[in-house]
């Protein structure tokens, strides 16, 4: 779907995306939309439509992306979570009555996965694990 204004204002905000125009010799007023890649999401059982935002080169690249995740309100967009990770996936498992996220990480010999869950409006950490790829073939 097409990228909000409201939402291109928060991500020209964002330490990251701030970065990457420095180095591409960019303004913020130039932040190009095709960085960026979004998606409607349903983070609770209300009817508006959430968005999940993915970087796309410059922003991201190789084997992690950067996600932006933002609840739906009267008022616009409140961005509730900004994190780097190879995949996001949401989960019906639900907190507060926001579904739970899972973002996942690799290396070449290990994995991590950090699941997030809503409070105080926003998401918080609140469970990771981690082991060795091996661990993944095994299951």
Do not use: C
Request: aromatic content about 12%; proline content about 5%.
């Amino acid at each position: 779907m097409p990228l909000p204004t409201t939402v291109l204002y928060i991500l020209k905000k964002d330490k990251t995306v701030q970065n990457v125009l420095e180095a591409e010799n960019l303004s913020p007023n130039s932040l190009p939309r095709s960085w960026f890649s979004a998606s409607v999401v349903h983070l609770s059982r209300n009817k508006k439509d959430d968005l999940v935002v993915v970087g796309n080169p410059p922003v991201s690249g190789g084997n992690l992306a950067m996600f932006w995740v933002f609840r739906a309100t009267g008022q616009g967009y409140n961005l509730v979570l900004s994190a780097s990770a190879h995949s996001l996936h949401f989960e019906n498992p639900r907190w507060n009555g926001y579904r739970t996220v899972q973002l996942t990480g690799f290396t070449a010999m290990e994995y991590s996965k950090v699941w997030y869950r809503f409070e105080a409006g926003r998401y918080i950490q609140y469970k990771e694990k981690s082991g060795k790829i091996e661990e993944l073939r095994d299951r």
